[in-house]
């Protein structure tokens, strides 16, 4: 056990000036039971001591002693600590990075307890925007992990822990309220929580709570090229004109307004025994109930519905194209929803004989998500002249005349193929697109986790050994995805109206003219939408044209997506501590982990081209079967702790750890969506080649689906796969750390890093596999539809993977003080080199590790007193890898380097400033995302696209909180 030292009982008095202690008659030293302090500055002094006692490198945040954190959202609070970068959505903080290692690699847990999310389907990333700051006592991030943890990070873990009577010692109780304004809605949101403990029976029973509502109304604006298709590359071929340059285009491009409304109410209670000072127990019980109001304004242009001889016009110069047959495309979307995840934990702790502990617990925790009754409707006009252009941060689309396209083109251009053009109106309202899609969906989704620990612990008063500590843990999850979905052209299906007269109008001469419109705030969006009222009236008049064509749910839309994942872990641990002398110590041991996973599936194809030659029969969803995996891993460690002086403390580690897969990667599916090509082996196009196409009528010459049995799928189709038998990341780490505490008001840490990462997994775009060689067996052999040669080799796969081996190495420099006239600074930098190898057959050189960053920084200085503080606040993470493209030999044509996808660097800046009215009144304002940051990713492009293109942004603008906190006890 690590002694309470003098420096930080002097930190203490210094930061408040009261002390309240017993001594400890038997000891030869004074050692302090009970310190209270007072103000932020006197809560980051205590997080930096309990930082300073773990036995491992770690970063801690605080309440002060009223109960408040610096920030109102958890994500937000970390941003703080030294290595740690914050992502966000839709201007919240969401999810953490730790040493510019992505949420993927970092686990949250809960009072030590793994917790369930439904919220998303890509990873395990808990959102740790569903937990107001007001239910938690600490924030701890552990950078390097004993062998007692959970080992799934490779990055670090994060343990939020809530709120203890017995942490606080005393009775207490605080109300909070909170208005919120975002600039780009416009509006004031309301927030309100209650907290409190109680101490009962003689301070043997404690009582923590928690009860918080939060209403948020927000406004977003994105800019995002298509998600699942890469820029395409092409070449002027009209007329027999004479090629141009070559130019990489956007393959669609759309601008997307999200308004929503989002209502969160969490309630957490702690109640702890603690009958006698040898035992204690406890039960944990936290619920969040989330509720989202959300609408999508979206508007595209389509350039992907041009063929290639309807590609006219280059310049290379100002990367700009021109297409004719292109689509302006209109969509309202309506996806309200509601989710809930509750979590409890109850367990104990027993001391025998003075020198035996036993603690054991149960964790559930169980999310669920549903979004019944989500709807869109879309209108369109077809046979477009439109220019495009692309940059980093921005595609655009403008609609021409015909004229003015055949006069750029230099030759003329057909009229049948820009026909559409006639149709439009002047200004944004646009009376004559036409209803060609409603999309109806209800999607639910859950997740479980179940787990038992039990550890067990020897204290050893005397000689080398100090304990011996060994434990299991056994832990169940269960994901469950289900979707029941629904998209037509209305007109093909018009009879399902049956002697709906309105209905049957609708579907088959129903236009954006016969509807109130109003102009989005977006923008870049250039034509006005039709109002959510006049949506909502066309979907429910509409409706069977859709519903009546799957009434019992089991077409491809209500299939395709839908999976069951079981991953079950068997874990045991052993470990020991050793007092080398009076100031060092060492951690040694072993941990063992083994793992099953399990998920269901299908290989879908939706040929959404084909509904009006086959009736949909060409759609296919046939399940996927051998999607087992199981994999084990040993994780040893040591840990070396030194304290040469009072103001110095060197730590160093070796420690091993691993990272599962993500659901979304290793979940079983395949599918081949939009534009399947088949190829009619009976027609030779005038150099002799079979010929191929998407239109089986007017192209391929098929009158019945008879005719398509004999044709075959093309290898120009693009498949996307998930990876079962992915495996977990491994990671050998070494980190070494001294810590320098010289003064009361000085603090300085610097911490080197390597990370030896195996088997680490990258999402891979556009790789060329043949069938025995994608990651996941397709059952082609129920395919009767057409056929599927079986040496295929799809041009353009999807998929994730393991790679062989990637290096981390890093330094992250940490820097507080404040100073006698109130002003104080803190900074920490973190500095990261790595190089990642795919292998050979992906990628011929090697990359930077996916989802990390070179550079994070984050700096905090204001001026503060004991009724006022004023902080500015700045962070900063450089560019990170998304995803990669696949390029086995850098010289090939077929190189698609160009498709790496990067998130651009990010800089933010927010104000805050709190005012202690009284002991017990706390008012506070903070202003965030001051320069209105964007987040952007980006496709790496080259000189055929003219540098980087825009894959996605994101705008959320800045935002506004006035709070008050009042403590009544």
Same mark, same amino acid.
């Given at each position: 056990?690590?002694?309470?030292?003098?420096?930080?009982?002097?930190?203490?008095?210094?930061?408040? #000036?009261?002390?309240?202690?017993?001594?400890?008659?038997?000891?030869?030293?004074?050692?302090?039971?009970?310190?209270?302090?007072?103000?932020?500055?006197?809560?980051?002094?205590?997080?930096?001591?309990?930082?300073?006692?773990?036995?491992?490198?770690?970063?801690?945040?605080?309440?002060?002693?009223?109960?408040?954190?610096?920030? =109102?959202?958890?994500?937000?609070?970390?941003?703080?600590?030294?290595?740690?970068?914050?992502?966000?959505?839709? #201007?919240?903080?969401?999810?953490?990075?730790?040493?510019?290692?992505?949420?993927?690699?970092?686990?949250?847990?809960?009072?030590?307890?793994?917790?369930?999310?439904?919220?998303?389907?890509?990873?395990?990333?808990?959102?740790?925007?569903?937990?107001?700051?007001?239910?938690?006592?600490?924030?701890?991030?552990?950078?390097?992990?004993?062998?007692?943890?959970?080992?799934?990070?490779?990055? #670090?873990?994060?343990?939020?822990? *809530?709120?203890?009577?017995?942490?606080?010692?005393?009775?207490?109780?605080?109300?909070?309220?909170?208005?919120?304004?975002?600039?780009?809605?416009?509006?004031?949101?309301?927030?309100?929580?209650?907290?409190?403990?109680?101490?009962?029976?003689?301070?043997?029973?404690?009582?923590?709570?928690?009860?918080?509502?939060?209403?948020?109304?927000?406004?977003?604006?994105?800019?995002?090229?298509?998600?699942?298709?890469?820029?395409?590359?092409?070449?002027?071929?009209?007329?027999? %004109?004479?090629?141009?340059?070559?130019?990489?285009?956007?393959?669609?491009?759309?601008?997307?307004?999200?308004?929503?409304?989002?209502?969160?109410?969490?309630?957490?209670?702690?109640?702890?025994?603690?009958?006698?000072?040898?035992?204690?127990?406890?039960?944990?019980?936290?619920?969040?109930?989330?509720?989202?109001?959300?609408?999508?304004?979206?508007?595209?242009?389509?350039?992907?519905?041009?063929?290639?001889?309807?590609?006219?016009?280059?310049?290379?110069?100002?990367?700009?194209?021109?297409?004719?047959?292109?689509?302006?495309?209109?969509?309202?979307?309506?996806?309200?929803?509601?989710?809930?995840?509750?979590?409890?934990? +109850?367990?104990?702790?027993?001391?025998?004989?003075?020198?035996?502990?036993?603690?054991?617990?149960?964790?559930?925790?169980?999310?669920?998500?549903?979004?019944?009754?989500?709807?869109?409707?879309?209108?369109?006009?077809?046979?477009?002249?439109?220019?495009?252009?692309?940059?980093?941060?921005?595609?655009?689309?403008?609609?021409? *005349?015909?004229?003015?396209?055949?006069?750029?083109?230099?030759?003329?251009?057909?009229?049948?193929?820009?026909?559409?053009?006639?149709?439009?109106?002047? #200004?944004?309202?646009?009376?004559?697109?036409?209803?060609?899609?409603?999309?109806?969906?209800?999607?639910?989704?859950?997740?479980?986790?179940?787990?038992?620990?039990?550890?067990?612990?020897?204290?050893?008063?005397?000689?080398?050994?100090?304990?011996? !500590?060994?434990?299991?843990?056994?832990?169940?999850?269960?994901?469950?995805?289900?979707?029941?979905?629904?998209?037509?052209?209305?007109?093909?299906?018009?009879?399902?109206?049956?002697?709906?007269?309105?209905?049957?109008?609708?579907?088959?001469?129903?236009?954006?003219?016969?509807?109130?419109?109003?102009?989005? $705030?977006?923008?870049?969006?250039?034509?006005?939408?039709?109002?959510?009222?006049?949506?909502?009236?066309?979907?429910?008049?509409?409706?069977?044209?859709?519903?009546?064509?799957?009434?019992?749910?089991?077409?491809?839309?209500?299939?395709?997506?839908?999976?069951?994942?079981?991953?079950?872990?068997?874990?045991?641990?052993?470990?020991?501590?050793?007092?080398?002398?009076?100031?060092?110590?060492?951690?040694?041991?072993?941990?063992?982990?083994?793992?099953?996973?399990?998920?269901?599936?299908?290989?879908?194809?939706?040929?959404?081209?084909?509904?009006?030659?086959?009736?949909?029969?060409?759609?296919?969803?046939?399940?996927?079967?051998?999607?087992?995996?199981?994999?084990?891993?040993?994780?040893?460690?040591?840990?070396?702790?030194?304290?040469?002086?009072?103001?110095?403390?060197?730590?160093?580690?070796?420690?091993?750890?691993?990272?599962?897969?993500?659901?979304?990667?290793?979940?079983?599916?395949?599918?081949? *969506?939009?534009?399947?090509?088949?190829?009619?082996?009976?027609?030779?196009?005038?150099?002799?080649?079979?010929?191929?196409?998407?239109?089986?009528?007017?192209?391929?010459?098929?009158?019945?689906?008879?005719?398509?049995?004999?044709?075959?799928?093309?290898?120009?189709?693009?498949?996307?796969?998930?990876?079962?038998?992915?495996?977990?990341?491994?990671?050998?780490?070494?980190? %070494?750390?001294?810590?320098?505490?010289?003064?009361?008001?000085?603090?300085?840490?610097?911490?080197?890093? @390597?990370?030896?990462?195996?088997?680490?997994?990258?999402?891979?775009?556009?790789?060329?596999?043949?069938?025995?060689?994608?990651?996941?067996?397709?059952?082609?052999? !129920?395919?009767?539809?057409? =056929?599927?040669?079986?040496?295929?080799?799809?041009?353009?796969? $999807?998929?994730?993977?393991?790679?062989?081996?990637?290096?981390?190495?890093?330094?992250?420099?940490?820097?507080? =003080?404040?100073?006698?006239?109130? &002003?104080?600074?803190?900074?920490?930098? *973190?500095?990261?080199?790595?190089?990642?190898?795919?292998?050979?057959?992906?990628?011929?050189?090697?990359?930077?590790?996916?989802? =990390?960053?070179?550079?994070?920084?984050?700096?905090?200085?204001?001026?503060? $007193?004991?009724?006022?503080?004023?902080?500015?606040?700045?962070?900063?993470?450089?560019?990170?890898?998304?995803? +990669?493209?696949?390029?086995?030999?850098?010289?090939?044509?077929?190189?698609?380097?160009?498709?790496?996808? @990067?998130?651009?660097?990010?800089?933010?800046?927010?104000?805050?400033?709190?005012?202690?009215?009284?002991?017990?009144?706390?008012?506070? &304002?903070?202003?965030?995302?001051?320069?209105?940051?964007?987040?952007?990713?980006?496709?790496?492009?080259?000189?055929?696209?003219?540098? $980087?293109?825009?894959?996605?942004?994101?705008?959320?603008?800045?935002?506004?909180?006035?709070?008050?906190?009042?403590?009544?006890?």
């Amino acid at each position: 056990m690590h002694k309470k030292r003098l420096l930080p009982l002097c930190i203490a008095l210094a930061a408040s #000036g009261q002390l309240y202690a017993q001594t400890n008659e038997s000891s030869s030293n004074d050692l302090v039971e009970e310190v209270e302090v007072t103000g932020v500055r006197a809560a980051e002094l205590n997080a930096r001591e309990e930082e300073r006692s773990k036995s491992v490198f770690s970063s801690v945040i605080s309440q002060d002693d009223a109960g408040n954190f610096a920030d =109102q959202n958890v994500a937000e609070s970390l941003q703080r600590l030294p290595g740690i970068t914050l992502q966000k959505s839709e #201007g919240e903080g969401k999810f953490v990075s730790v040493r510019g290692l992505g949420p993927g690699f970092v686990s949250v847990s809960m009072n030590g307890s793994e917790m369930a999310s439904a919220g998303g389907d890509e990873g395990r990333a808990f959102s740790l925007d569903a937990l107001p700051s007001d239910m938690l006592g600490a924030i701890e991030v552990f950078k390097s992990l004993t062998p007692d943890m959970d080992l799934n990070s490779i990055g #670090g873990a994060v343990n939020v822990k *809530t709120v203890s009577a017995f942490d606080k010692k005393k009775d207490t109780f605080k109300m909070s309220a909170q208005g919120y304004y975002q600039e780009y809605s416009e509006e004031y949101s309301p927030k309100i929580s209650l907290s409190g403990t109680n101490l009962f029976a003689d301070d043997t029973i404690g009582v923590g709570y928690n009860l918080s509502y939060e209403q948020r109304t927000t406004e977003m604006y994105q800019n995002l090229h298509h998600q699942t298709t890469d820029l395409r590359e092409f070449t002027v071929n009209l007329n027999n %004109a004479a090629p141009s340059d070559t130019l990489l285009t956007p393959y669609q491009y759309y601008a997307n307004q999200e308004n929503a409304k989002r209502t969160r109410i969490t309630g957490a209670l702690d109640v702890e025994w603690r009958p006698t000072d040898n035992s204690k127990y406890f039960i944990r019980v936290n619920r969040t109930d989330y509720e989202d109001e959300d609408i999508a304004i979206r508007e595209y242009y389509r350039f992907d519905e041009a063929a290639e001889g309807d590609f006219v016009y280059v310049d290379s110069t100002t990367n700009t194209f021109g297409v004719v047959d292109a689509a302006l495309q209109k969509q309202f979307f309506i996806q309200d929803g509601t989710s809930s995840t509750t979590s409890f934990d +109850i367990g104990g702790e027993n001391v025998f004989n003075e020198s035996w502990t036993l603690d054991y617990k149960y964790a559930s925790s169980t999310s669920d998500l549903s979004k019944p009754d989500a709807s869109r409707v879309q209108f369109r006009i077809r046979d477009l002249p439109i220019l495009g252009q692309g940059g980093k941060d921005y595609i655009k689309g403008q609609i021409i *005349t015909p004229a003015e396209m055949a006069a750029l083109a230099g030759v003329a251009i057909p009229s049948a193929t820009t026909s559409g053009y006639y149709r439009l109106t002047e #200004g944004r309202v646009q009376e004559n697109l036409d209803y060609d899609n409603l999309f109806l969906e209800d999607s639910f989704r859950n997740d479980s986790i179940d787990q038992v620990a039990v550890n067990l612990k020897k204290d050893f008063a005397d000689g080398a050994l100090s304990y011996i !500590k060994a434990g299991f843990l056994v832990k169940s999850r269960e994901r469950d995805r289900n979707k029941d979905r629904w998209s037509v052209n209305p007109e093909l299906y018009a009879d399902f109206c049956g002697a709906d007269a309105e209905c049957k109008s609708l579907a088959l001469d129903g236009t954006s003219g016969m509807f109130d419109s109003f102009t989005p $705030n977006h923008p870049d969006i250039d034509y006005d939408s039709i109002t959510r009222k006049d949506a909502e009236y066309l979907i429910d008049k509409t409706k069977n044209t859709a519903l009546l064509l799957d009434p019992n749910r089991v077409g491809i839309d209500s299939t395709k997506d839908d999976y069951v994942i079981t991953e079950d872990a068997q874990e045991a641990y052993v470990m020991a501590e050793f007092q080398l002398s009076e100031q060092s110590s060492l951690i040694t041991g072993v941990r063992y982990v083994n793992t099953e996973f399990e998920s269901s599936g299908n290989f879908a194809i939706r040929n959404d081209r084909f509904e009006d030659f086959s009736d949909q029969k060409l759609d296919i969803a046939v399940p996927l079967e051998d999607t087992k995996s199981s994999y084990d891993n040993w994780l040893p460690s040591i840990h070396y702790r030194y304290e040469p002086t009072d103001e110095i403390l060197v730590r160093s580690s070796i420690w091993t750890s691993y990272t599962r897969p993500d659901f979304d990667q290793a979940r079983a599916y395949a599918n081949i *969506t939009d534009r399947v090509k088949l190829c009619n082996p009976n027609l030779l196009d005038t150099n002799g080649d079979t010929v191929c196409s998407d239109d089986l009528g007017g192209v391929l010459g098929a009158t019945s689906p008879a005719d398509v049995e004999g044709y075959y799928m093309s290898n120009n189709s693009t498949l996307n796969v998930g990876n079962p038998n992915l495996i977990a990341m491994t990671a050998n780490n070494f980190d %070494a750390s001294i810590a320098w505490y010289p003064r009361d008001d000085l603090f300085l840490q610097a911490a080197v890093f @390597y990370k030896d990462i195996n088997d680490f997994i990258v999402e891979i775009n556009g790789d060329s596999l043949a069938l025995n060689e994608l990651p996941i067996e397709l059952p082609i052999d !129920k395919i009767t539809q057409f =056929q599927i040669p079986e040496n295929l080799v799809f041009d353009n796969v $999807n998929y994730t993977t393991n790679g062989n081996k990637a290096e981390v190495y890093g330094i992250e420099l940490s820097y507080s =003080q404040n100073f006698d006239l109130g &002003f104080f600074v803190s900074s920490n930098l *973190t500095l990261i080199t790595s190089s990642a190898d795919v292998g050979e057959s992906i990628r011929a050189d090697k990359i930077q590790l996916p989802d =990390q960053a070179d550079q994070t920084a984050n700096l905090t200085f204001g001026w503060g $007193n004991d009724d006022i503080e004023l902080r500015f606040i700045s962070n900063y993470r450089s560019k990170l890898l998304k995803q +990669i493209g696949a390029c086995p030999d850098v010289s090939a044509s077929s190189c698609k380097a160009w498709a790496d996808i @990067y998130q651009d660097a990010s800089t933010t800046f927010d104000f805050k400033a709190s005012y202690q009215v009284t002991d017990a009144v706390k008012v506070y &304002f903070d202003a965030l995302n001051l320069t209105g940051d964007k987040d952007l990713y980006y496709y790496e492009g080259n000189a055929q696209s003219g540098g $980087n293109t825009l894959f996605l942004s994101e705008d959320f603008g800045s935002s506004y909180q006035l709070g008050i906190n009042v403590k009544f006890k």
